[in-house]
């Protein structure tokens, strides 16, 4: 048993903790009690987020705003309090740990099971934009800078490349020079923000299907999770990363690049219910979406490449090429959107209308 669950207030006795999802950041446990209440404990990652007490304060105001707008209580996730009243803690580390509700009756896919499933995705990544709409965005802390700003990215990885502290490097010469060769457009969304072509809106900026829950029954959304980037953006971030990961007709990690994708129906399933969610949006946003989307797999890809270069310090790894994997799908994915780049477009263009 992880020792801080103790510090939480619990319906019943904890009897049971184990490591419990996929994601790649935090560290994530499935608590059951003696009365069968179910609890996801998480202690937040301290290398990735420098300010996890500002981040804390996010995710208590954005959970609060979310559920304000809806009668159920699924609609937005629940933090529970400590013994002493937080809502969330601290170990002698300084690490902080926080416990939500299990979002009970609910599913959580890792791909789209159907093009509904996708749709309702949409729906819901959509509709949490529209709620975050009246959100103070200046209240935000900045959990992660710049963390859309690809751009940046690639300062990053071209520290990463020039110290090449495994000596990876030069195991990877195609995948560098892919990254090399996109890096002028890699920075079109970026200078569109900088330039207020763009509006900044509060998005979630980590979109990926894993992060939200669908109701097991009806499949339509209950909540969106992993609120920890929740931050100004662009819409194109959210549409974005969500096509990169849900459209993808092969998993992150896949190792035969011949199955990955990116499936031109399920880019129009996504982006019809986007659209539909999300109807605020000018015309330059909707025109940015196909960017938007090949802008954040190739971004996605550097980072992968960039842990990989700098010893796999940021994502969780199962095994020793596991970046390297991830981001050779994502810079196959780039390369099919390239393919594929009037259809996307003229998808965009026909829905908008
Ligand atoms: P990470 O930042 O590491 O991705 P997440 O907050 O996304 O962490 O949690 C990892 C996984 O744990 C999710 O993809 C989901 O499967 C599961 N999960 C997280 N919160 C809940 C919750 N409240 N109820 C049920 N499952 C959850
Ligand atoms: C991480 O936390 P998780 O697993 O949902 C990452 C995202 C990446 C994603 C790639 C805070 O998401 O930015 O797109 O992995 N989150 C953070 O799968 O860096
Ligand atoms: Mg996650």
Redesign the pocket.
């Known amino acids: 048993m992880e020792d801080m669950i103790y510090k939480f207030q619990t319906e019943g006795t904890p009897v049971t903790c184990a490591p419990?999802?996929?994601?790649?950041?935090?560290?994530?446990f499935?608590i059951v009690t003696d009365t069968g209440r179910?609890y996801?404990l998480?202690m937040l990652?301290g290398a990735v987020f420098p300010d996890p007490r500002g981040l804390m304060e996010n995710v208590i105001a954005i959970v609060r705003h979310i559920a304000a707008k809806s009668d159920d209580p699924r609609a937005a996730?629940r933090l529970n309090p400590t013994t002493d009243g937080k809502l969330y803690a601290e170990d002698e580390k300084g690490r902080v740990w926080r416990l939500?509700?299990?979002?009970e009756g609910?599913i959580?896919l890792q791909a789209p099971e159907t093009p509904e499933d996708f749709y309702q995705s949409a729906i819901a990544f959509g509709t949490f934009q529209q709620q975050l709409a009246d959100f103070p965005a200046a209240t935000l802390h900045e959990t992660i800078p710049n963390f859309h700003n690809t751009p940046d990215r690639y300062r990053i990885f071209r520290d990463a490349l020039a110290a090449d502290a495994l000596g990876r490097a030069k195991d990877v010469q195609p995948e560098i020079e892919f990254v090399l060769s996109h890096e002028t457009e890699a920075g079109e969304l970026q200078r569109m923000r900088e330039s207020g072509a763009l509006p900044t809106r509060v998005t979630h900026n980590?979109t990926?299907l894993?992060?939200v829950?669908l109701d097991e029954k009806t499949r339509k959304p209950l909540c969106v999770?992993?609120l920890?980037t929740v931050m100004p953006g662009l819409a194109a971030y959210d549409f974005g990363d969500s096509i990169r990961f849900g459209a993808a007709t092969a998993a992150e990690d896949e190792k035969d690049l011949s199955k990955m994708e990116m499936d031109l129906a399920a880019f129009e399933t996504y982006t019809r219910g986007f659209l539909t969610a999300c109807p605020g949006l000018t015309e330059l946003e909707k025109q940015t979406l196909p960017l938007g989307a090949k802008l954040m797999t190739l971004e996605c890809g550097v980072r992968f490449l960039t842990d990989y270069l700098a010893g796999d310090v940021y994502f969780?790894i199962d095994r020793p090429e596991h970046n390297l994997d991830r981001a050779r799908t994502q810079f196959k994915l780039v390369a099919d959107m390239e393919r594929k780049w009037d259809d996307m477009r003229a998808v965009v263009a026909r829905l908008a209308k």
């Not at 419990?20 to 994530?28: A, D, F």
């Not at 939500?100 to 979002?103: A, Q």
Request: hydrophobic residues 25%; contains cysteine; glycine residues 6%.
């Open positions: 419990y999802g996929c994601g790649h950041i935090n560290r994530t499935l179910r996801i998480q990652n996730l939500y509700d299990f979002v609910s959580c980590d990926k894993n992060n829950m999770i992993d920890d969780s």
